[in-house]
Nanobody, 115 residues
Framework: QVQLVESGGGSVQYGGSLRLSCTTSGPIFSHASGAWYRQLQENQRELIADLTPNGRVSYSNFVKGRFAISRNSGGTTIYLEMNNLTPGDTALYYC?????????WGQGTQVTVSS
């Protein structure tokens, strides 16, 4: 069973920055895509960014230019660098590993942005 552990969430003010991390025990992200999602209150989870094993990156329009997804060289961790945060970014953020028969989720980390 693959376990993903998110960290780095917290409370920041409008315009602030946070860096989220999602760590596994093995080089999962060298073989499977890593992605970040968020869930705003009772809404469905929405995709923020995706990073394929060969390095292709895609972003949702609402975070383009503000957020960046990356991966460490060992493939054990993906990151989400978030800049220029607004109250609209307040949500529970989840990481996901998918591909090669895998679809695993972390437990989520809360991000709260105050005005």
């Amino acid at each position: 069973q693959v376990q993903l552990v998110e960290s780095g969430g917290g409370s920041v003010q409008y315009g602030g920055s946070l860096r989220l991390s999602c760590t596994t025990s093995g080089p999962i992200f060298s073989h499977a895509s890593g992605a970040w999602y968020r869930q705003l209150q009772e809404n469905q989870r929405e995709l923020i960014a995706d990073l394929t094993p060969n390095g292709r990156v895609s972003y949702s329009n609402f975070v383009k230019g503000r957020f960046a997804i990356s991966r460490n060289s060992g493939g054990t961790t993906i990151y989400l660098e978030m800049n220029n945060l607004t109250p609209g970014d307040t949500a529970l953020y989840y990481c996901n590993a998918n591909g090669q028969g895998l679809n695993a989720w972390g437990q989520g980390t809360q991000v709260t942005v105050s005005s």
